[in-house]
């Protein structure tokens, strides 16, 4: 069964700290999405990581993706208050019952910075 | 990013009824359209994947004559609840994306009430 799980699913930080979210996933992808979501809205694209080794940062936000250890980070620097939403990693592999790839979703983490 | 729009943004129905919602690419052809799932404080679950012309391939333990999926053209997609009932009350988010392009794209999110 395929499964995309973060890591941790609930982080409450204080404004200035550093934090890592995790997201592994136990199928084989060559691509990972990372996504902010506010509450009772949609997706916001992040980063797009299409190769191993990628990284890629966005203001106080970096994402990694290691390939071959089927793993992400989202690593949050000196965090502040805006920063407060869910994140949530995705991957796109082949479905091969279908022969479509399609996205799948990690459990997601409810980030809260605290002022 | 490409714009995708969805439509309604929320809409609250009585039981036994049906409801359509649409999915638009705004500014380009979509070969592919999502649909997702999202139960309060849950992460988003793949319903189904559908491709222009052909009939849209669901997800295990999706019900095909409740959840029906239309992609009629390259830039609509409809999903359409039938015989609504309080549970099928979620958050509803479609995405679109073509063959060739790296990531898809999320629309608005329709959150559905059944009373």
């Known amino acids: 069964e395929l499964k995309v799980e973060q890591n941790p699913l609930f982080l409450s930080m204080q404004e200035g700290k550093n934090y890592t979210i995790y997201c592994n996933y136990s199928?084989?992808?060559?691509?990972l999405y990372w996504y902010r979501q506010d509450p009772g809205k949609s997706l916001e694209s992040l980063f797009v990581?299409?190769?191993?080794?990628a990284v890629k940062q966005e203001g106080r936000l970096m994402a990694s993706l290691d390939t071959k250890a089927r793993l992400s980070t989202l690593h949050i620097t000196a965090a502040v208050h805006d920063l407060s939403a869910t994140y949530f990693c995705?991957?796109?592999?082949?479905?091969?019952?279908?022969?479509?790839?399609?996205?799948?979703f990690g459990t997601g983490t409810r980030l809260k910075v605290l002022a | 990013g490409a714009v995708v729009s969805q439509h309604p943004s929320w809409v609250i129905c009585k039981s036994g009824t049906s409801v359509k919602i649409e999915c638009r690419s705004l500014?380009?052809?979509?070969?592919?359209m999502f649909w997702y799932r999202q139960f309060p404080k849950q992460s988003l679950m793949l319903m189904a994947t559908?491709?222009?012309?052909?009939?849209?391939?669901?997800e295990q333990g999706v019900e095909k004559d409740k959840f029906l999926i239309n992609h009629a053209s390259l830039t609509l997609s409809t999903l359409t609840v039938t015989s609504a009932h309080p549970e099928d009350s979620s958050f509803y988010i479609c995405?679109?994306?073509?063959?060739?392009?790296?990531?898809?794209?999320f629309g608005q999110g329709t959150r559905l009430t059944v009373v």
């Open positions: 559908s491709n222009e012309g052909s009939k849209a391939t669901y």
């Open positions: 990581l299409l190769s191993n080794g």
């Open positions: 199928t084989t992808s060559d691509r």
């Open positions: 500014d380009f052809q979509a070969t592919t």
């Open positions: 995705a991957v796109y592999p082949l479905d091969t019952t279908s022969g479509t790839y399609k996205y799948i």
């Open positions: 995405s679109a994306g073509t063959y060739t392009w790296t990531e898809a794209f």
